[in-house]
């Protein structure tokens, strides 16, 4: 089997896990909006699961995992067993021994960090002590997810994928069950949604254990922490805790900006990122992760080439689907967040508020989706410090224009989506830049016409799609079913639209795809 189809089986795997988390999520979100709309009670527990959330994709989704996978495929390519079972049970004891302390540092010090990343929050004593408490019963959800990401690396190097792509679903299962049976409960109902976060983390951990007993993997202790290849896996993991995640990052930026604009910014450019990170968790992130092995492997072996070659693949393969899901959601934005929202406390201004914000975080989509695809070439080739030092860039880059944008134009807290989008772009701009330079032109003009085609298939579908949204009001709450049945219509034609386009126009992407479902239809 060529990589490229390794890479998309392994895409599919992780990207249908993910969906059905993902679609758990929107459950999950339409509950607390439901519950909690868009006041205090919601920005606290925003802000307070800010930390846990962006430590899961960090280190979950990012600096762990893409640190320890092209370490751990070369001890797996070249090393005995008995090597391989040694590392794995040092960095299960060194991570545990680390995440412990973090764990109690974060608790001990919340009112501190809350005054950090929420400054205005303190002119609010009562939000500022709810938000404190929110954070505290939440941080040891750190400990758990931080051993999840372990895991999943080293299954992730066995090219097993489904276990942890699966996973996140019962961080959300956990959260919807915690406020219908415990809402009533407490004197503050939105500690329900705390617990939920806490015990969603236990058991999406607990979940990955027989999985790894199926592998023969056990974990001990060992507290050799002299390995050379703990210490290589801390070389590139240390800058990569920022290479690997500016989006995250600049979405964290926001929230601290968001703290001082009105009540709702932060629920609003909340619910805009949930949104947005449909798209990007189904593909972008599951590309990124499935690719990463293969590039390990491809990288170990000396073979630049192919390497080159796959990452193209990787890239183009991703622009497919992140494109037209930005044109998507740019047309169809306020009937998704109508849908999916608009309902209890969260009215017709939410939404509209929340629509600016998913507008200008969309425009950038396609330009983070491929800094997803990108950064898992630098890690295959064991270089996490080109991302950092690209990454530092765009991070004051994002707060220059979060700046600029909330202090002289009228966006406010859309200028700060808008100011993530922007510096994700230039992210890209410079790590392709880095990875030309490192490995050679990497097809740029087979990359150009790929995207140039792309772009005009999903303007079609757009316009297709909001045709059809267009034919009722979305300002409106209610008559549920009726809204979901025109919704789902307008995204299903405007897909047919955009396949049929891709088809004519004879995008390798789309053909490679179809080839591959009909050879696995006649499996």
């Not at 679609?23 to 519950?35: E, Q, S, T, W, Y």
């Not at 680390?98 to 608790?107: C, D, E, K, R």
């Not at 209890?344 to 939410?350: I, K, M, Q, V």
């Not at 267009?470 to 307008?490: C, V, Y």
Request: aromatic share 12%.
């Amino acid at each position: 089997m060529t990589e490229n189809r390794k890479i998309a089986r392994a895409a599919s795997t992780i990207g249908m896990g993910t969906l059905l988390s993902r679609i758990l999520g929107f459950f999950r979100d339409m509950v607390i909006a439901h519950f909690f709309g868009a006041g205090m009670a919601a920005d606290a527990f925003f802000v307070a699961f800010r930390i846990p959330n962006l430590w899961r994709r960090l280190v979950g989704e990012g600096s762990l995992t893409i640190s320890f996978i092209p370490v751990y495929t070369e001890y797996l390519n070249q090393q005995s067993e008995e090597e391989v079972r040694k590392v794995t049970h040092i960095a299960f004891t060194l991570m545990g021994l680390v995440l412990l302390l973090l764990t109690l540092f974060g608790i001990i010090f919340s009112p501190v960090i809350i005054q950090i990343i929420a400054p205005g929050f303190a002119k609010i004593p009562e939000k500022f002590q709810l938000t404190v408490t929110l954070n505290q019963i939440i941080f040891p959800y750190l400990f758990f997810m931080g051993l999840f990401a372990l895991c999943m690396g080293i299954l992730n190097s066995y090219r097993h994928f489904f276990a942890p792509a699966i996973a996140p679903i019962f961080l959300n299962i956990s959260i919807i069950l915690s406020v219908f049976l415990l809402y009533h409960t407490f004197q503050k109902p939105v500690m329900t949604l705390a617990i939920g976060v806490l015990c969603g983390g236990v058991i999406q951990l607990l979940f990955q254990i027989p999985f790894l007993w199926q592998k023969g993997i056990t974990f001990r202790l060992n507290f050799h922490f002299n390995h050379p290849a703990l210490k290589r896996i801390g070389g590139l993991m240390v800058p990569g805790l920022i290479g690997t995640a500016v989006y995250q990052l600049n979405v964290f930026i926001d929230t601290i900006f968001a703290s001082f604009l009105p009540g709702g910014s932060v629920s609003y450019l909340f619910f805009a990122d949930r949104l947005l990170e449909f798209p990007l968790g189904i593909f972008a992130i599951a590309i990124g992760m499935a690719s990463l092995p293969s590039l390990s492997g491809l990288a170990s072996q000396g073979k630049l080439e192919e390497l080159k070659n796959t990452l193209s693949f990787t890239f183009r393969l991703t622009a497919l689907i992140s494109i037209p899901a930005m044109v998507g959601l740019i047309v169809l934005k306020t009937p998704i967040i109508n849908l999916l929202f608009q309902r209890g406390l969260f009215d017709y201004t939410a939404t509209v508020l929340t629509a600016q914000a998913l507008l200008c975080y969309s425009v950038g989509l396609w330009a983070i989706a491929g800094v997803r695809t990108l950064v898992p070439a630098f890690y295959s080739l064991q270089d996490s410090w080109t991302p950092l030092k690209i990454a530092i860039v765009c991070l004051i880059a994002n707060v220059a224009l979060n700046a600029f944008f909330i202090s002289f134009t009228p966006l406010k807290h859309a200028g700060l989506a808008l100011a993530t989008s922007l510096s994700s772009i230039l992210n890209l701009i410079l790590l392709s830049r880095k990875l030309s330079l490192k490995l050679g032109a990497v097809e740029i003009g087979k990359n150009v016409t790929s995207l140039a085609r792309i772009l005009l298939c999903s303007l079609p579908m757009g316009l297709t799609a909001y045709l059809i949204c267009s034919l009722r009001d979305w300002t409106t709450t209610g008559n549920t079913l009726e809204k979901a049945i025109l919704l789902l219509t307008g995204i299903v034609v405007g897909l047919g639209v955009y396949l049929l386009c891709s088809y004519w126009m004879k995008n390798e992407e789309m053909i490679f795809l179809v080839k591959m479902f009909k050879r696995k239809s006649r499996q």
